[in-house]
């Protein structure tokens, strides 16, 4: 099991975040960072507009072609 | 389309834009530069053995790993904004800017997935050869990573390699080397990556004056100083020379900007470069009155740097809105300038150009689609000055263009006569001594940032109203969404970056008056 390369990669990774100091609180800050990017602006602030408003590429073509030549 | 838009959420737009690149801004250049300076140091442990380089590369990376836990991923709202802000200029730029940005997608990803892992968590674990090479390849991947953003902002400035289909409403791109290996794309790469370097040299020259000043850690501080000045002084002539051949680009593809850059309202042959002088706020582009409160110019340099000829006429302000002087076109042949009035005349040939197609492809008119799509491919390119209601708006922000690309120049030249000085004090005389230069140093740091962001004030407001060049303007690419949502979201951001910023400021002060350990990081 221990030869197991995954098994390596993993305790790589569990040891270098076990015994980290100062990267404890740079990973919650990063934590805390993108859950307010992904869970909160993303969500509730910047939705993609056309994918939002459209279902296929089509409509958004045919919305922007009307927007950039105000044809209405 | 913009006689019923509300101006407003453009302007909104545009400041959310530059708030949050500008806060990004202030993250990156320290990871392109403190990359490279580590694996210097890192190299040095690994040819000699010392376990003092050890120790330093082992501090500058813990300062490298706050800035970057710090920064990453603060680019990403830029995307968000563009999906909801700039939808209309998302849709339009197509596949150019999906391209480089999925490269830089997924670059990231594998880089800071697996190498910045074994650089962090690998001392020990792995052999020392297989540590350096994860530490040059952190660093030449945040660089590489920078390349395709700035390849899709070099785009917008100078649109190469593409072609548009009326069909999509979408630029596709025809030749990807054409869009990588564009002149503009080039010099943009060389001159950022360039600016970030110095900035990181002088970070770290700054930083270990501070420990000469407080006598701690002089070993550390001399050596850092050693390796950041040398790589500093490099990087701030190579700044140079790349600016050089910006400003060279920018006298070709962008002639606004640079009559922007140099508030040279009326163009002549042989003009020379401002060093020092304040533009006449009052002046319009068809006025008598004077272009400068005060200058001092060097003569002919504008003509020799913009075009390498002393005599070359360097087109202002009114000439570029009135048109009628000669220039070379993209295929190198001489062409007479057509006035602003006649590119928004073409612009609008071009605007009701593809309105005409797009009623003609729905009627199934292919003789009619052939007929308008000759008409828009033959004014595409400008496309964008149909959506023009004034000349003027085709003027961007005199003052502020010049006053930064003066802060940017001069400090920029002032950091290579710093860097010299430095090096020259840190390996012939006792630079701890020199406590003058120990604090200008530490003032220094704030200065690279000033600089860096200037740059980009030169670069991106410079460009306005453009946000690709001649073919699509502000006005034209944000979406119709309300100013409320807009206005909110941009506190949101100035709360949100604020807070990180002062996040990164308290924990790198901490570190750095906790001084080099061993230890994790």
Redesign the interface.
């Known amino acids: 099991m221990k030869n197991n390369i995954f098994y390596k990669v993993f305790h ?2 569990y ?3 076990k ?5 404890k ?3 919650l ?2 934590i805390i ?2 859950f ?2 992904f869970f909160i ?2 969500i509730f ?7 939002k408003n459209f279902k296929t ?1 089509e409509e ?3 919305h ?2 009307e ?5 209405k | 389309m913009t006689d019923s838009f509300d101006l407003s959420v453009v302007d909104w737009s545009k400041a959310q834009f530059a708030l949050t690149a500008m806060y990004h801004w202030i993250f990156v250049p320290l990871t392109l530069g403190l990359g490279f300076i580590i694996a210097f140091m890192e190299t040095l442990y690994v040819k000699t053995g010392d376990e003092e380089w050890k120790r330093i590369t082992k501090f500058w990376m813990t300062l490298f790993g706050i800035n970057f836990a710090i920064g990453v991923a603060t680019g990403i709202i830029l995307e968000f904004e563009f999906g909801t802000n700039w939808s209309n200029y998302s849709w339009f730029v197509g596949d150019i800017f999906g391209a480089p940005l999925a490269i830089e997608g997924i670059m990231a990803f594998f880089m800071e997935t697996t190498f910045i892992a074994v650089m962090f968590f690998g001392w020990n674990k792995v052999s020392k050869k297989f540590h350096l090479l994860s530490t040059w390849l952190v660093a030449i991947g945040a660089n590489l990573s920078a390349l395709w953003i700035l390849v899709a902002n070099a785009w917008m400035q100078y649109p190469a390699g593409m072609h548009f289909n009326p069909d999509s409403a979408r630029n596709e791109m025809l030749n990807f080397w054409d869009v990588l290996f564009s002149p503009v794309a080039i010099n943009k790469f060389l001159h950022t990556i360039s600016s970030g370097f110095l900035l990181a040299s002088a970070f770290v020259v700054g930083i270990s004056a501070w420990y000469l000043l407080k006598n701690r850690h002089t070993l550390l501080a001399k050596r850092s100083i050693i390796i950041a000045s040398v790589f500093g002084l490099l990087s701030s002539i190579f700044v140079g020379l790349t600016g050089d051949g910006s400003a060279y680009q920018v006298s070709q593809k962008q002639p606004m900007k640079l009559a922007a850059m140099e508030g040279l309202y009326q163009g002549k042959e042989g003009v020379g470069l401002v060093i020092i002088g304040a533009p006449n706020p009052s002046k319009t582009y068809n006025d008598d009155k004077d272009a400068y409160l005060f200058k001092i110019e060097v003569p002919k340099m504008l003509s020799i740097l913009g075009y390498h000829d002393k005599d070359a006429f360097v087109p202002g302000i009114k000439d570029i809105i009135e048109g009628g002087y000669t220039y070379k076109n993209k295929d190198g042949q001489e062409v007479v300038a057509p006035s602003a009035a006649q590119k928004i005349e073409k612009g609008k040939l071009a605007i009701q150009a593809l309105a005409d197609y797009k009623t003609a492809s729905d009627s199934g008119n292919k003789e009619m689609m052939a007929y308008h799509k000759k008409i828009l491919d033959e004014n595409f390119e400008y496309f964008g000055y149909g959506y023009i209601k004034d000349v003027t708006s085709l003027i961007p922000k005199v003052p502020l263009v010049f006053y930064s690309f003066r802060i940017m120049v001069g400090v920029g030249l002032l950091f290579i006569v710093f860097f010299a000085l430095v090096l020259y004090l840190v390996v012939e005389k006792d630079i701890a001594q020199k406590r003058w230069l120990l604090r200008a140093s530490i003032l220094m740091i704030p200065m690279a940032y000033i600089a860096s962001q200037a740059g980009w004030i030169v670069a991106e407001v410079g460009r306005q109203p453009w946000v690709i060049q001649d073919i699509l303007p502000t006005v034209a690419a944000v979406s119709r969404i309300g100013v409320g949502a807009v206005q909110v979201t941009f506190f949101l951001f100035f709360a949100i970056f604020t807070t990180l910023l002062i996040a990164e400021l308290k924990i790198m002060f901490k570190q750095i008056k906790n001084g080099p350990k061993e230890g994790g990081h």
């Open positions: 790589f990774y040891d270098g975040f015994n980290m100091t100062i990267g609180t740079l990973w800050i990063i960072k993108l307010i990017m602006l993303k602030f910047f939705p993609n507009i056309l994918k590429d958004r073509s045919n922007v072609i927007q950039l030549t105000n044809k």
